[in-house]
């Protein structure tokens, strides 16, 4: 592949890619970033051995398992079991109450995108100890990566896979073998995987059921990441498939990316919604909620303000047990010094090289978003802030930052709902 600038042809031949990618799988290109879909397109062709990006737009249009291929570069499979415990725990008491019902039958249960199978595994879990018989739930998960699919199949995990503080489900539900944990069949009977595009018009027809036939939805940490169009088809799709008075489970920040027709399930809910009144208004705010943090962040910061605030939020990351070993540090250091040299398209062209080197990152995606808004790019600087909450939910600065871009632009209930979607993820934060 030719050099990222090396011309004008090359550009519109990486836009062709782009589009394909929205068209496909609904993804947005300014969200997810040229550097990831750049560095998925040099990994592919360089397994076809081809030379050209004309020549590689040209495979991709025409040959499906080729799309299929690219796909699998470009998805980030990122999960782990009970993510954000509060949301298995809301679920097992919704599930429990439905199922006491006379008459009751199996209660349907959708995990869509289910990644690699820990969220799905984990629902099943949680409904196994509620003493929920395996017969008394279905539980359908469906992902477009094949090579996710294959590792819920198998149901081996890393530890990497078990990053809550709470590891005691370990014990019960898996069997350590060569390095690896893998999941009791008890739990594995419960899941039926499937592959499947969560953007495609008929998605999830030929599961079974009728239409409105789930009584759960999960589709948690897609949505941020998608196009406004493709959030739609998605919104459809769920109405389409979840019961009148079902529960739709989305990730912490996404709440704000849907269009207004759910409302929260509970007072004290952001992340389990249920259907609101026919042609309500816009997404309803817990009450629970008025409590903002009202924590000073990062306002029209000055250029240093910005690095410490991303220093201080990497620092905290890499002392976790999910960052890995990336050198997050040297990032930070020649991004932020070229940044504070107003050497802004080089800092970001540091963190570029860095993810193209080791992949998606919410620390370097948060890095870029305040070097973007120091460098006076509110759009690109929100863009970049979105793909950090895409890879972390939780990341308190990156919600701030956001509330402050909407409340910037006059949109107060963005900038309001973005505010309290960090106030809950400091609260998670200080209980876990
Ligand atoms: C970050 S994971 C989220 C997994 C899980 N829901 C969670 O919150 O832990 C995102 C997943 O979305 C899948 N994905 C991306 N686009 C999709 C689409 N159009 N249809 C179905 N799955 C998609 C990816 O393959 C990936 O496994």
């Avoid at 600038?5 to 609904?26: I, N, P, T």
């Avoid at 725990?89 to 599930?95: E, L, P, Q, S, T």
């Avoid at 820990?118 to 992902?143: C, H, K, N, Q, T």
């Avoid at 047990?321 to 932020?336: F, I, K, S």
Wanted: negative net charge.
């Amino acid at each position: 592949m030719s050099r990222p600038d090396a011309g004008s042809s090359d550009a519109a031949r990486l836009s062709a890619v782009e589009g394909l990618l929205e068209c496909w799988l609904g993804l947005d290109p300014g969200t997810i970033g040229s550097a990831a879909i750049q560095r998925a397109v040099r990994i592919r062709m360089t397994a076809l051995e081809i030379d050209g990006l004309e020549a590689y737009v040209d495979v991709a249009e025409r040959d499906r398992a080729e799309r299929d291929r690219l796909v699998e570069e470009v998805v980030v499979p990122e999960s782990w079991f009970f993510r954000d415990r509060q949301v298995f725990d809301f679920v097992r008491g919704f599930a429990t109450t439905v199922a006491a019902l006379p008459g009751r039958g199996p209660l349907r249960i959708l995990s869509a995108p289910c990644a690699g199978g820990e969220e799905p595994y984990s629902v099943a879990m949680a409904l196994l100890e509620a003493g929920l018989g395996p017969a008394r739930f279905i539980i359908d998960a469906v992902d477009v990566s094949r090579k996710a699919l294959g590792r819920a199949e198998r149901g081996v995990y890393s530890a990497n896979a078990f990053r809550n503080a709470d590891h005691s489900f370990r014990d019960r539900w898996f069997c350590g073998e060569d390095g690896g944990f893998v999941i009791d069949t008890a739990v594995r009977q419960c899941v039926r995987f499937h592959w499947g595009n969560i953007v495609d018009r008929g998605f999830a027809e030929g599961l079974g059921g009728p239409a409105a036939a789930y009584d759960v939805i999960f589709c948690r940490n897609l949505l941020i990441y998608l196009t406004a169009e493709a959030r739609d088809r998605v919104e459809k799709n769920v109405g389409r498939l979840l019961a009148a008075d079902g529960l739709l489970v989305v990730g912490a920040a996404e709440p704000p990316t849907l269009q207004g027709r759910w409302i929260p399930a509970a007072d004290s809910s952001i992340f389990a919604l249920k259907r609101g009144p026919q042609g309500g208004g816009p997404l309803a705010v817990p009450k629970a909620a008025a409590t903002a943090t009202g924590r000073p962040r990062p306002g029209p910061t000055p250029l240093t303000g910005a690095m410490e605030l991303a220093s201080a939020s990497i620092v905290e990351a890499t002392a976790g047990p999910a960052t890995g070993h990336l050198p997050l540090d040297e990032v930070v250091r020649q991004a932020g010094g070229l940044a504070n040299d107003q050497r802004f398209v080089e800092a970001l062209t540091c963190c570029q090289q860095h993810l193209s080197q080791f992949g998606p990152s919410a620390e370097v995606f948060f890095l870029m978003g305040m070097i973007q808004q120091s460098a006076g790019d509110a759009d690109q600087a929100e863009g970049c802030f979105h793909k950090t909450l895409y890879l972390d939910p939780d990341h308190e600065d990156a919600l701030l930052a956001l509330a402050l871009s909407a409340s910037r632009r006059g949109d107060a209930a963005t900038a309001s709902r973005f505010r309290q979607a960090a106030a809950r993820a400091s609260a998670r934060k200080a209980a876990s």
